[in-house]
């Protein structure tokens, strides 16, 4: 039996033409953009098949973005200052605030990987108001996913080598932060070698469909021999 928690999830979302730019030696800017609103779509839909999440707020000025929000049935709020993920969350967390929700799950929309029962698996870990769950990057020292209450007066500070730096911010509210492993929350795709990475656990997911017929099998070899051999 699912515990309700009140949970919210609040999704920050690029506008679909700067993202994943550093995948720019493999694929074109149509494709990125078609890989951005993929991967959107897999985490929303993971989310709002968890039993724990009860509403998805997507924060985006990209409008794209907001009807696709639209489409999945989560709320779509404009990005006050388009100021990146940082500035995003904490607009989301206001607006949790004045919904009078107790909890905030945020997570950017490239976990490829993320299902509705590593969301429930997350979720599970935050179990008072002195507890903060946050979930590593697996290759860049990042953050993945924080799950807080919405009365938590940490800062956030979201960017490479950003999970270090939210430890030290919940330690210094006197929380607890509780570390998750949760397999769904480690790949963010960021760099070709997170590409190939996710290609390696076929899904079937939008991003898996994809990804699969755009990078064919031998492009993944000749990457992989590559980073064995330097």
Same mark, same amino acid.
């Given at each position: 039996?699912?515990?309700?928690?009140?949970?919210?999830?609040?999704?920050?979302?690029?506008?679909?033409?700067?993202?994943?730019?550093? *995948?720019? !030696?493999?694929?074109? @800017?149509? #494709?990125?953009? &078609?890989?951005? %609103? /993929? +991967?959107?779509?897999?985490?929303?839909?993971?989310?709002?098949?968890?039993?724990?999440?009860?509403?998805?707020?997507?924060?985006?000025?990209?409008?794209?973005?907001?009807?696709?929000?639209?489409?999945?049935?989560?709320?779509? *709020?404009? !990005?006050?200052?388009? @100021?990146? #993920?940082?500035? &995003?969350?904490? %607009? /989301? +967390?206001?607006?949790?605030?004045?919904?009078?929700?107790?909890?905030?799950?945020?997570?950017?929309?490239?976990?490829?990987?993320?299902?509705?029962?590593d969301v429930e698996s997350f979720c599970a870990l935050i179990n008072s108001e002195n507890e903060v769950v946050i979930a590593p990057a697996a290759n860049d020292g990042g953050t993945n996913a924080i799950a807080c209450y919405t009365n938590c007066t940490m800062c956030f500070h979201f960017g490479d080598d950003s999970f270090q730096k939210h430890k030290k911010s919940i330690l210094a509210v006197d929380a607890k932060p509780i570390i998750s492993t949760v397999n769904g929350f480690c790949l963010d795709v960021d760099r070709p070698e997170d590409l190939f990475e996710f290609l390696k656990t076929p899904s079937t997911t939008y991003s898996y469909e994809l990804l699969s017929s755009l990078i064919n099998p031998p492009v993944i070899r000749l990457h992989q021999t590559d980073r064995v051999s330097t």
């Amino acid at each position: 039996m699912t515990v309700t928690k009140n949970i919210w999830a609040v999704v920050p979302v690029k506008t679909f033409t700067q993202a994943k730019t550093r *995948l720019s !030696d493999i694929l074109s @800017a149509t #494709q990125r953009k &078609a890989l951005a %609103q /993929g +991967m959107m779509r897999d985490v929303i839909r993971a989310l709002l098949a968890s039993p724990s999440i009860e509403k998805v707020v997507v924060i985006t000025s990209d409008p794209e973005a907001q009807q696709i929000a639209r489409e999945l049935n989560a709320i779509a *709020l404009t !990005d006050d200052q388009n @100021a990146g #993920q940082t500035a &995003a969350v904490e %607009q /989301g +967390m206001r607006f949790l605030k004045a919904q009078g929700v107790k909890i905030m799950l945020t997570l950017p929309a490239d976990l490829p990987l993320l299902s509705a029962d590593d969301v429930e698996s997350f979720c599970a870990l935050i179990n008072s108001e002195n507890e903060v769950v946050i979930a590593p990057a697996a290759n860049d020292g990042g953050t993945n996913a924080i799950a807080c209450y919405t009365n938590c007066t940490m800062c956030f500070h979201f960017g490479d080598d950003s999970f270090q730096k939210h430890k030290k911010s919940i330690l210094a509210v006197d929380a607890k932060p509780i570390i998750s492993t949760v397999n769904g929350f480690c790949l963010d795709v960021d760099r070709p070698e997170d590409l190939f990475e996710f290609l390696k656990t076929p899904s079937t997911t939008y991003s898996y469909e994809l990804l699969s017929s755009l990078i064919n099998p031998p492009v993944i070899r000749l990457h992989q021999t590559d980073r064995v051999s330097t």
